[in-house]
């Protein structure tokens, strides 16, 4: 794979000094959005001429419109290994890891091509912004776009090769913590009454037993807006303890099984999980591209996405 992805910052190169725009389109979820950021920072660094679309897919119809602008360049990031017709374009870059459906004629950066582990699609991105150097800080879009698409996973090299970069270059940290999703954008008693993963009994799917729960074990404020991330450690092991203490009550299944890694954005502040849920909010709704500038830390007005 390496020798395509030299290819592939040889062709950008080539048309970055010939000033022509590099045309490039991603996929509209969370993977596609985090690669899209990715991309266009590295040509933003490089000093590159680029315009960027996002799509939920790839037709006849899209291809032709592209072919008529009639770019030196066009990348794709998390779409096109599937569809054989970005072969009808000029010089195409894909960067993708879907089941690719031809291989060759374009330069096709795609794990699975070369007999690698799966990953994400902006992790692939990714190597391809290592080439060029000094990226270090879109890692954590890299892992971002992998937990969004449910491409995390340790056994695989590739993941464990992002990750452990991510971590050691202070991207992302890495935690075991309780199974509770929205650990920054919702107050603790909705986020633990909407606790599906750990099914706590009589307090998951009620929010007012959860806002009981948490007022016995002393870790509720009074306007109730305190969020997961705002506990102490203290807290956090009270919260656990708690939950466990109420699933041994109720004979729940393995009562201890309550906790998950989790991955944490040290630029956005956020878990990726999250950021990934409102990405796929921005793409859903038809505001990808604002989704492409939360990623880069531009937009930040997230909370009428999760609202809508």
Request: charged share 25%.
């Amino acid at each position: 794979m390496e020798h395509v992805l030299n290819s592939a910052v040889d062709e950008i190169i080539r048309v970055r000094d010939n000033g022509d725009i590099i045309r490039i389109v991603s996929h509209f979820d969370a993977d596609g959005l985090t690669s899209a950021a990715i991309i266009m920072k590295v040509m933003q660094r490089i000093h590159a001429n680029f315009h960027l679309s996002i799509t939920n897919r790839l037709d006849e119809n899209i291809i032709n419109k592209l072919k008529n602008e009639n770019r030196e360049l066009y990348i794709f990031t998390d779409i096109g290994s599937s569809y054989s017709d970005v072969l009808n374009l000029k010089n195409v870059i894909v960067l993708d890891h879907h089941q690719p459906k031809f291989e060759h004629d374009i330069i096709h950066v795609n794990p699975l091509l070369f007999g690698k582990d799966e990953c994400s699609g902006s992790e692939v991105t990714y190597f391809l912004a290592d080439k060029f150097g000094g990226n270090e800080d879109l890692l954590d879009l890299a892992i971002i776009g992998a937990v969004g698409d449910c491409m995390i996973n340790y056994d695989s090299k590739l993941n464990k090769k992002i990750i452990d970069f991510a971590i050691k270059s202070n991207s992302i940290q890495k935690k075991r913590s309780i199974k509770i999703f929205s650990k920054c954008t919702k107050p603790l008693y909705k986020a633990v009454s909407s606790s599906f993963d750990m099914n706590i009994p009589g307090i998951t799917g009620n929010e007012s037993a959860a806002v009981q729960f948490l007022s016995d074990i002393g870790i509720l404020n009074n306007d109730h807006t305190r969020t997961f991330s705002d506990l102490t450690k203290d807290e956090e092991k009270t919260l656990a303890d708690s939950v466990i203490i109420k699933r041994i009550e109720h004979n729940e299944d393995n009562p201890d099984s309550i906790f998950e890694d989790t991955y944490y954005s040290n630029r956005l502040k956020m878990n990726a999980s999250e950021i990934a849920m409102i990405l796929n909010a921005y793409g859903r709704l038809k505001e990808a591209h604002l989704g492409v500038l939360f990623c880069l830390g531009i937009e930040n007005n997230y909370k009428k996405i999760l609202i809508k």
